[in-house]
């Protein structure tokens, strides 16, 4: 069941988002200001800027979001301000140039949900010269946590339900990235700050980020909790932080680790993230310290050990390997070949038929087929 219309409602009922994106954009945003609202969904932000005074926004949303974007925008007497384009921000050309970006693309961990790409790829593409990026940064900080429900996420590969065992997923599991949801009383070390970044600015080659955590009760570690503080404009920041005063209702992140290490008041946690900065995928490296010192334990885990890659994906990586379309690539090309700028869907749904008539087995299925096709590739 589709619950794209729930997220949305949900940032919307964020109170604590909206007033830091209101605030940050009447801030930034002046009268007859062009603007680019990227990954629009309702079209919040941009609706928002038209309010601040922008002259133009460019409403751009890859999913039918758009669609509700356009409708709520004409509902609130701004459509003739607002241009609605559906299109992946990366695929799509403006007729002009931007004084402000801005988009709440921002994961749990900040970085999680693309706002890297996609802010590099706006800023270098989009943006007028002393144009301004909301977010312009994001500061990225862990502290050690105590959360026995995550650390189910592992354990729960060691039980045996039916009389089975399920032992070799814990490896995966154990090098995996959760969402969470933390209280004050979870976090159970002083919170380091990891790194401060400009997203459209990109990451630095690889890079090793680190930070110790004095331990400020006695408990037990359980992972790595990670969260994110995003500056929007010179006088507004907005962060998911469980120890903010006022926290967004946005989830975290856990990155768990291989036991559980019992901690007293002054151990201390060290943290060492490395961040690969085309794929993002992060290594966690964590050691824990207690008095004189003494090193009570250090893992070592990576998102790579994490990857569900079956081997014949990860044959078909290898440089050598000679790539052959499958039948349903042969069927993919068609329609592609067949999209000339003069047939009609029913009739490349015919053709496509007629020509490849092994792989589909009703009309329904060709006609869900080329529609998902044509979706992807064509004006
Ligand atoms: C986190 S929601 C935010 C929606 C809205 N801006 C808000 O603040 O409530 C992200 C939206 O951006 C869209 N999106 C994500 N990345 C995008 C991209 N690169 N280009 C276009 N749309 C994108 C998603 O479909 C989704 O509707």
């Not at 758009?66 to 050309?93: P, W, Y």
């Not at 959760?178 to 976090?187: F, G, I, L, M």
Request: proline share 7%; hydrophobic share 40%; charged share 20%.
């Amino acid at each position: 069941m589709p619950l794209v219309l729930e997220e949305h409602r949900h940032y919307l009922t964020d109170s604590v988002r909206l007033s830091a994106f209101r605030r940050a954009i009447a801030e930034v945003v002046r009268l007859g200001d062009i603007v680019l609202d990227l990954g629009s969904g309702t079209g919040i932000l941009g609706l928002l800027a038209c309010q601040a005074g922008a002259r133009r926004v460019y409403a751009v949303d890859h999913s039918g979001m758009i669609e509700v974007a356009r409708a709520i925008g004409h509902t609130n007497g701004f459509h003739d301000r607002m241009v609605f384009i559906k299109a992946l921000s990366t695929q799509v050309t403006l007729p002009e140039h931007v004084d402000v970006v801005v988009a709440d693309q921002i994961g749990g961990f900040g970085i999680d949900a693309g706002i890297v790409e996609y802010f590099c790829d706006a800023r270098t593409r989009f943006l007028k010269p002393g144009g301004v990026m909301i977010p312009a940064r994001l500061e990225l900080s862990v502290a050690p946590v105590e959360t026995p429900q995550l650390w189910e996420c592992l354990t729960s590969w060691e039980r045996t339900p039916a009389g089975l065992k399920f032992e070799p997923v814990r490896t995966l599991a154990a090098n995996t990235c959760y969402p969470a949801s933390y209280r004050p009383e979870h976090v159970l070390g002083e919170p380091i700050v990891l790194t401060v970044l400009d997203p459209s600015l990109g990451f630095p080659a690889l890079q090793q980020y680190e930070g110790r955590s004095v331990v400020h009760r006695s408990g037990t570690v359980h992972g790595i909790g990670g969260w994110f503080s995003a500056q929007l404009s010179p006088g507004v920041t907005m962060s998911n932080a469980p120890l903010a005063k006022e926290p967004i209702s946005r989830r975290q992140v856990f990155f768990p680790i291989e036991q559980p290490v019992s901690v007293e008041t002054d151990d201390w946690v060290q943290v060492r993230m490395t961040i690969e900065p085309t794929t993002l995928l992060i290594t966690w490296i964590v050691e824990i310290w207690g008095p004189a010192p003494v090193r009570k334990a250090r893992f070592v885990h990576s998102a790579f050990r994490g990857l569900l890659l079956s081997r014949e994906d990860l044959q078909r990586m290898q440089p050598q390997f000679v790539p052959r379309l499958s039948s349903w690539g042969q069927a993919r090309r068609t329609i592609l070949e067949l999209c000339d700028g003069h047939r009609s869907v029913a009739v490349i749904e015919q053709e496509l038929r007629y020509r490849h008539p092994h792989l589909f087995s009703s009309p329904q299925q060709v006609a869900a087929f080329v529609a998902q096709v044509i979706a992807q590739g064509v004006e």
